[in-house]
């Protein structure tokens, strides 16, 4: 079995050497020149794009502080709407027992006992007025419901 030749080393030609030295230096040195100028290039194109991101965030940062924002007012606002409306059904339910109980425990007794002298002659009085008084009454009576399940009745 024979073994592969190892190459030559080339000849030493200083001149030649030295030529070829030289051209490779100055083709590297080109490349390395259009290196630098593209490298400046995408520095610089980077440097833009990295500044309008820092804008992009600055911006999306406000927006995220201003919706917080927004989000706590109105979840502050609708529980202040929820506790002024509870407090206005409770108000309603006051006054309404209240009305009832006024209906109940004062109007009823007294057209009871205003109704009771209907029938009896009042000095000085005109019936038509009378009967249009005593009519009103007796409506305002059956609004109230003063005759029903009641210790009074109209008689």
């Not at 259009?34 to 500044?51: F, K, R």
């Not at 206005?88 to 007294?110: A, K, T």
Request: net charge neutral.
């Amino acid at each position: 079995m024979t073994s592969p030749e190892k190459p030559k080393p080339p000849e030493k030609d200083d001149a030649s050497n030295h030529a070829t030295r030289s051209r490779n230096t100055e083709l590297l040195a080109a490349k390395a020149d259009q290196l630098i100028v593209a490298m400046g290039e995408v520095a610089e194109a980077s440097g833009v794009e990295v500044s309008a991101l820092r804008d992009r965030q600055r911006r999306q940062r406000w927006l995220i502080w201003a919706l917080s924002a927004s989000v706590f007012l109105v979840v502050l606002l609708t529980a202040a709407i929820a506790v002024t409306g509870i407090g206005v059904i409770r108000n309603s339910d006051r006054l309404e027992n209240n009305q009832r109980r006024v209906g109940q425990e004062v109007l009823c007794p007294f057209f009871a006992a205003t109704l009771a002298t209907e029938n009896n002659p009042h000095e000085n009085s005109n019936p038509k007025e009378m009967a249009a008084i005593f009519k009103s009454i007796r409506h305002s009576w059956d609004v109230l419901g003063c005759g029903i399940d009641q210790d009074w009745s109209r008689k």
